[in-house]
């Protein structure tokens, strides 16, 4: 025999004389009601906040619509809306005391009267005496006074910048008249 034998009985002999020591498993922990209430309670604030969010957006969202899809639409009035047109040359009228404008905007074959409670409009919002002055306002429908019918109290308004080129000369007309004052305070 070799001596790397007579090592390897020397140290299996020797082996048995020492207690081998014994391996047990480590307990497992239970998992804990806290995690699961924790997990629960995560996932709950997730779903409530997604609702809120799509709850939100359909409330905020505000489609442009045309002025003949909105007169004349009981079910539309108090509700929040953007109306796109054309401003009706020769209707915008400013009011001082309070400050207010008025005009009246159309499209194919409705009209819609409209009252904006500022003392500023954009600057690109002008009468026109040819017309061609595209609006966009947005705010509530509400019915008039003594049923004088719709009016849309606008909260804002906004000027499309109608191109006024012109191919033949290449040149760019300016025709703006600015709003003209009223006497009668009770428009």
């Keep these: 025999m070799s001596d790397l034998d007579n090592e390897l009985k020397h140290a299996l002999d020797h ?16 998992r804990s009601k806290g995690n699961r209430a924790l997990l629960i309670g995560l996932l709950a604030m997730a ?7 799509l709850v939100g957006l359909k409330s905020a969202s505000i489609y442009a619509m045309k002025v003949d899809q909105v007169v004349g639409k009981s079910e539309l009035q108090g509700r929040r809306l953007r109306i796109d047109g054309e401003l009706v040359p020769g209707t915008l009228v400013k009011r001082d005391k309070p400050c207010e404008y008025r005009f009246r905007m159309h499209s194919e074959k409705r009209e819609l009267a409209v009252r904006y409670a500022r003392c500023e409009i954009p600057d690109t919002f002008r009468d026109r ?9 947005e705010g509530t429908l509400v019915q008039g006074v003594n049923g004088s ?39």
């Design 149 to 187: 019918g719709e009016t849309f109290e606008a909260s804002d308004v906004f000027a499309k910048c109608a191109s006024k080129y012109d191919p033949k000369t290449h040149e760019m007309s300016e025709a703006s008249t600015t709003a003209k004052p009223s006497d009668d305070p009770g428009q």
């Design 129 to 137: 005496p040819e017309g061609g002055v595209l609006v966009t306002v």
């Design 15 to 30: 082996a048995e004389d020492v207690a081998a020591p014994v391996v047990t498993e480590a307990p497992r922990k239970k």
């Design 47 to 53: 779903a409530g906040v997604a609702a809120l969010v």
